[in-house]
């Protein structure tokens, strides 16, 4: 199943056509894409950055170990952002565990989530790449040699 052709919306059809061709050409589509947002308009630019980070397309590395990290350094620095961190005791003890024990469930199910995500990312490079391998033992395009 091919979850880049699943639309919840008709205009988003055109934006996942774009998104989806972009990925087709790889990181350098994109390089020339942000090149160009920023040419135009920087926050087009700017935008288009952040998406490409916040989107793993980049390669920025895993979003779940930089969640760790940032969480534990706010623990560190009094308890999260704004004092309201998974630390800072409310004054009712049945509520901060109740807190702590639901938060800690979520972070692992995140990172249930994340092995899953990283499972169907590998199988469906598997298939694609067993899909390459058997349609050029098939007689299909041969690489041209030198």
Partial sequence: MNVNNIYTEEGAHDMQQLVTTLDDYGKPAWIIAAVLGFIIWWPIGLGLLAYLIWSGRMGCGNKLQWKQHFMQEARRFGGGFGGFGPLRTTGNAAFDAYREETLRRLEEEAEEFQTFL?????????????????????????PATA
């Fill in 118 to 142: 990283d499972r169907l990312r590998k199988a469906r490079d598997k298939a694609e790449f067993d899909q390459f391998m058997a349609e050029r033992g098939a007689g299909g395009p041969k």
